[in-house]
């Protein structure tokens, strides 16, 4: 079956980093979009950043703009989000994305493959 598998939550300090990853199983990130959404406890999705399927566009959410760094291994079929001076308001289920016709669109719908979700506490 094809799908994405998630990795790389945990539980982290303020101002610590953590990368989280995707990895493309039984299909290939190449020429795919790619997007990372989050939902925190008692909010809706919401889109935190995304890179097109040739790299020249990607868009960050303000609140995490400067701090986080999408990226993606074609050969490797892995996407990444690296994580870095984290604060608790990122605390959050995150999940990947990806689609080979829309570039980081709002429509859930309009994505080919989604992960299963991976829990990410920012906490003292």
């Known amino acids: 079956q094809d799908k994405f598998v998630e990795s790389g939550g945990g539980l982290v300090q303020p101002g610590e980093s953590l990368r989280i990853s995707c990895v493309a199983s039984g299909f290939s990130l190449e020429h795919r979009h790619i997007a990372w959404f989050r939902q925190a406890p008692g909010k809706e999705v919401g889109k935190v950043s995304c890179a097109s399927d040739s790299g020249t566009m990607t868009y960050y959410a303000d609140s995490v703009k400067g701090r986080f760094t999408i990226a993606r291994d074609n050969g490797k079929s892995t996407m990444f989000l690296q994580m870095d001076r984290l604060k608790p308001e990122d605390t959050a289920v995150y999940f990947c994305?990806?689609?080979?016709?829309?570039?980081?669109?709002?429509?859930?719908?309009?994505?080919?493959?989604w992960g299963q979700g991976t829990q990410v506490t920012v906490s003292a």
């Open positions: 994305a990806a689609s080979k016709r829309f570039y980081c669109v709002d429509d859930a719908f309009q994505y080919d493959f």
